[in-house]
């Protein structure tokens, strides 16, 4: 029995930091390639505004940011003629049909009338289903996605509008970054997930062919739209499903983060919006696993790929419940000595998973002309092994919701903390 405890011991310890050194890989991915750090970057010149786009800003109860986000879009550096708006809601959330009503009224007195509300009344209440509801009354060349906080750059259409001509690609994925990474006591390390995935991990996912795209600031012609028919109603990352089932036609997806122009959001305001939120994600990842989505992929290579991301979650599950474990062992359980350094390595991957998003902090705030300092790298070393327990908490909520049926949508709280004068109030807040 001891024998097979530390074979046990050995071979999870070696699985794990396996895992862990791929992951690590995959963070560091574009600037241990140069080709694609350069292909991230934006173009250095635009081209003439010649596509047109549907921007379709799905919102439930956004009173409170859905107004800025219409204007920012509304008067981005794009010509009015060749952008139109669509608000997508459920006939009960009346308080941000009258917010967005509030808004087009008075871009209408401004001479502007490229924005409507769509309305819709049926079941699922959820993103992917107002999605699909609102596709039919988009006429533009491509169709984007906003979530109704986003602050979009200014002149995030004219970049896209130039990737799409330049590199003949009919899918392009931009960047999203969190930006309150002081909020609360794991906002720094939520932000610093963005930052690696969205910078580095999705160019390798978009060059093997397997990309499971961002839920916003993601462009698609129309006209693919269409022919794949749209967003799955019923999965909780749809964006992830969609963007497996772009890959598995051979569609090109050119991956565009350039910090000048992410599209900037906040951190969830409380430790249980995160949770749901981070509920929601795994549960859409295994619900994508098993749908067989990944199962389209055309090589080998890239199913592969697709199930490995798509089954991270059970992963993660378990990760959670080998962290008490291995606690309870360190001081409860003798082992030989090389069975303790092997058992050791995992806890090395981490440490230099830290290191790297202790670095990921400081060239995140420089980029954004914030400022990073050692308390906060100090808060994020406290934090490190709750925030891990924490995900592995949401994972194995998800397993329990998927094993129980339950796929309803759990809404994640804005408030707005990105915005200037939002993340103080934040703070107090969480």
């Known amino acids: 029995m001891t024998f097979l405890l530390y074979a046990a011991l050995i071979i999870v310890s070696l699985l794990l930091t396996a895992q862990s050194a791929h992951v690590l890989y995959l963070m560091l991915y574009t600037w241990d390639q140069p080709d694609a750090e350069r292909k991230s970057k934006a173009p250095d010149e635009f081209l003439p505004p010649r596509l047109s786009f549907s921007v379709m800003l799905p919102a439930r109860h956004e009173e409170e940011v859905i107004q800025t986000t219409i204007d920012r879009v509304v008067r981005s550096d794009y ?4 952008l139109e708006v669509f608000v997508i809601c459920s006939a009960d959330d009346t308080g941000t049909i009258g917010k967005a009503e509030e808004k087009i009224a008075e871009l209408a007195r ?7 509300v769509v309305v819709f009344d049926d079941k699922p209440v959820n993103k992917p289903h107002g999605l699909n509801v609102a596709l039919p009354h988009t006429g533009h060349d491509v169709v984007t996605i906003f979530d109704a906080e986003d602050d979009i750059h200014p ?3 004219d970049l896209v509008n130039t990737v799409m001509i330049e590199d003949e690609v009919n ?10 990474y002081q909020s ?10 963005y930052f690696f995935w969205f910078k580095s991990r999705l160019h390798y996912h978009a060059r093997q062919g397997a990309i499971p795209l961002g839920g916003n600031t993601v462009f698609f012609k129309r006209d693919l739209l269409v022919r794949l028919g749209g967003w799955d109603d019923h999965n909780l990352t749809e964006d992830a499903d969609l963007g497996l089932r772009v890959s598995a036609t051979g569609e090109r997806v050119r991956v565009v983060y350039d910090d000048r122009y992410v599209t900037k959001e906040e951190t969830p305001p409380t430790l ?6 981070r509920t929601r994600w795994s549960q859409g990842f295994m619900q994508t696993l098993r749908k067989g989505t990944w199962k389209q992929m055309p090589t080998r290579k890239q199913r592969w790929l697709a199930f490995y991301v798509l089954a991270f979650p059970h992963g993660q599950a378990l990760l959670g419940v080998y962290l008490l474990v291995s606690l309870g062992m360190m001081f409860l359980l003798k082992v030989p000595v090389l069975v303790a350094l092997i058992s050791w390595l995992p806890v090395l991957m981490l440490v230099a998973h830290f290191v790297t998003q202790a670095v990921g902090l400081y060239e995140f705030t420089d980029a954004h ?10 808060r994020m070393a406290v934090a490190w092994y709750p925030y891990q327990l924490v995900l592995s908490y949401a994972a194995i909520r998800a397993m329990r919701r998927q094993l129980t049926g339950r796929d309803d949508w759990e809404k994640t709280q804005h408030v707005g903390a990105h915005r200037d004068g939002g993340a103080e109030a934040n703070v107090h807040a969480a």
């Open 79 to 82: 010509p009015p003629d060749l």
């Open 110 to 116: 401004e001479g502007l009338h490229n924005v409507e």
């Open 155 to 157: 002149a995030i259409f």
């Open 171 to 180: 899918v392009v994925q931009s960047g999203v970054q969190l930006m309150n």
């Open 184 to 193: 609360t006591w794991y906002s720094a390390l939520n932000v610093l997930e």
């Open 272 to 277: 249980g919006h995160f949770v749901r939120q």
């Open 369 to 378: 002309k914030l400022q990073a300092t050692p308390m906060a790298v100090l």
